[in-house]
């Protein structure tokens, strides 16, 4: 079959600056001071990010990359059900869909052809998703829709007689905390039909310093990527973080179950962002050893996982895991 691919959506206006302006000054100006994950994700960041997944320390992506190529097939059978029916593929937050190629290819060989719909906020990522899977993937139809999945619903064009397998993967769930992630599940459940499929790629709770080492990497390249943060509300925003003044910081905390990153000031500080379409002119107060946080990683326990699925509506029905059981991906009926 002709490989091919489709637009659905013009490629939205940019309007990312006024999104990071309101962002900040929420953020910033709440006591403790925070900054959205979505933040990183900047073209330097998405780079960023990409050199993470290879990292040593970084075992999330290799694991679940692992867990893919041993059982694709299988999760696709399982999937396709009995009769089997057509799986069309889609992806929320698709990002560069560099794993969902493994999942790709297992349905080629399952049924011929299979149509991929990756959706994502970002017209950069999606276009990386594209070239990433067309051409290289015989037998896929790539088609893209621009969207902010969290809020706005996946696409309509459902095609007739197939059913629907939606990746959930790469640990995405964990960037949100336990309510958001429930929405956000519940969300895509009221979307697909009674017998589609999910696949949800999470992170499990294991020993502590393997955790924290995979989000203070040797190399640095994590707080890199956190402190980017800041050089991109210098770069977007005018504001005059130095950046030398603040340090990476990832911690455990056991309680809530995930990995925090924070930006440390490593003195008393000031910090000015001048007024932009969001509002006026702020100065921002830092204390020695005061943080912003920016991200949380939630780390699951198998049981965990099948809450989260059952209270959100969906039935899980196979679990897939490495040997160390590091990472598990799980598939649930709608
Ligand atoms: C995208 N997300 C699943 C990554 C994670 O592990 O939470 C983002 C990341 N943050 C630091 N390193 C990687």
């Not at 997944?53 to 299988?74: C, G, K, Q, S």
């Not at 939606?166 to 958001?180: D, M, Q, R, V, W």
């Not at 800041?230 to 995930?258: P, Y």
């Amino acid at each position: 079959p002709e490989t091919s691919a489709l637009v659905l959506e013009p490629l939205p206006v940019a309007t990312a600056s006024e999104a990071v302006a309101d962002e900040t000054r929420v953020g910033l100006t709440s006591t403790p001071k925070t900054l959205s994950p979505w933040l990183f994700y900047d073209e330097a960041g998405s780079q960023l990010f990409e050199q993470i997944t290879a990292l040593p320390e970084y075992y999330l992506t290799r694991t679940e990359r692992a867990i893919f190529t041993a059982h694709a097939d299988e999760i696709v059978r399982v999937a396709a059900g009995e009769p089997r029916q057509t799986l069309t593929l889609i992806e929320p937050g698709a990002g560069s869909a560099a794993k969902t190629r493994i999942m790709l290819e297992a349905a080629v060989r399952l049924q011929g052809s299979v149509v991929y719909q990756p959706v994502d906020v970002s017209a950069t990522a999606l276009e990386s998703a594209r070239k990433n899977i067309l051409g290289r993937v015989p037998g896929v139809s790539v088609r893209c829709q621009v969207a902010d999945y969290t809020r706005e619903p996946l696409p309509e064009n459902r095609l007739p007689n197939t059913r629907t397998l939606a990746l959930y993967i790469g640990s995405s769930i964990g960037n949100f905390t336990p309510n958001e992630a429930l929405a956000l599940l519940q969300n895509l459940r009221a979307q697909l039909l009674p017998g589609d499929q999910f696949l949800l790629g999470a992170d499990l709770v294991k020993d502590v310093t393997a955790m924290l080492a995979a989000y203070n990497d040797a190399a640095g390249v994590t707080a890199a990527f956190n402190r980017n943060v800041l050089e991109r509300l210098n770069r977007e925003l005018d504001a005059d973080f130095d950046l030398s003044a603040f340090r990476h910081k990832a911690i455990w905390n056991a309680r809530e179950s995930r990995i925090e990153m924070h930006l440390e000031s490593l003195c008393a500080q000031r910090v000015h962002v001048p007024a932009n379409s969001a509002g006026d002119a702020m100065i921002l107060t830092f204390a020695r050893g005061e943080t912003i946080h920016t991200e949380n990683s939630y780390k699951f326990t198998p049981e965990a996982v099948e809450s989260l699925l059952s209270d959100t509506g969906f039935r899980a029905t196979h679990t897939w895991n490495d040997d160390a059981k590091l990472f598990a991906v799980t598939l649930a009926s709608a």
